[in-house]
């Protein structure tokens, strides 16, 4: 089973559009991170949740919503999809030191 | 605020040969945690070391090790016996020590190094 679970793998959508991305975490551990990949492959977080609450948020448009249901899930809702929200998306957890990666979304706006 | 910084954009090694990647970061605190990814083609973060900032030994794991200068925040990456497989994007990370017994510190990145392994 895959520890870290995010889909979908690809997503090109159109400007304007409204899409999300799920991920789901089977480790059991209690902090879930959203990161972004830009084209230069620097890697950036953009929201952590800690047992369903919101302890991070770095400077991200409104227009990035995180929502986590449980501790084992985070999904990433974008509205208004713009030219530049074209990246990598990786879902993250972490218990202590250690952390697990998804396999990320690679989005497309177009 | 905590920075990394990789300044090498791009290194390349021989098959079987050595190669070392820079990584040096800034920091106030005094205990964190540094890690090595490694990020090949298909995309996938792949931890490759980690290293405790309370530990002086520095970490090694079968053909990687770090040698770690705490005094002078480097952490640098030796990759011994280099394979193909090797090749890839390797990220320096720092990470914020825990709080409260959570584990909600957040990794840092440093750019990145693409790694070349020429057989």
């Known amino acids: 089973d895959t520890a870290v679970s995010q889909t979908p793998k690809y997503l090109v959508t159109q400007m304007g559009n409204d899409k999300s991305i799920k991920c789901e975490q089977n480790l059991g551990h209690d902090t879930m991170y959203w990161y972004k990949q830009d084209s230069k492959k620097f890697l950036k977080i953009m929201f952590s949740y800690n047992n369903k609450e919101l302890i991070i948020n770095e400077t991200v448009p409104n227009r990035f919503s995180p929502k986590s249901p449980d501790k084992a899930h985070l999904n990433l809702h974008i509205n208004s999809l713009e030219l530049g929200d074209s990246a990598v998306y990786f879902c993250a957890s972490s218990h202590r030191f250690r952390s697990a990666f998804g396999s990320g979304t690679r989005l497309t706006v177009v | 605020a905590q920075t990394v910084t990789q300044s090498q954009p791009e290194m390349s090694v021989q098959e079987a040969e050595t190669v070392t990647l820079s990584c040096t970061y800034d920091?106030?605190?005094?205990?964190?945690?540094l890690f090595w990814y490694k990020q090949p083609p298909s995309r996938q973060m792949i931890l490759v070391i980690r290293q405790e900032a309370y530990k002086q030994q520095n970490a090694t794991e079968n053909r990687f090790s770090v040698n770690f200068q705490k005094a002078a925040k480097s952490f640098s990456l030796k990759i011994s016996d280099s394979q193909l497989g090797d090749a890839a994007m390797y990220f320096c990370a720092y990470r914020t020590p825990n709080a409260g017994g959570t584990s909600y510190g957040k990794l840092t990145f440093g750019q990145g190094t693409i790694l070349t392994v020429h057989p």
């Open positions: 920091t106030s605190e005094s205990d964190y945690y």
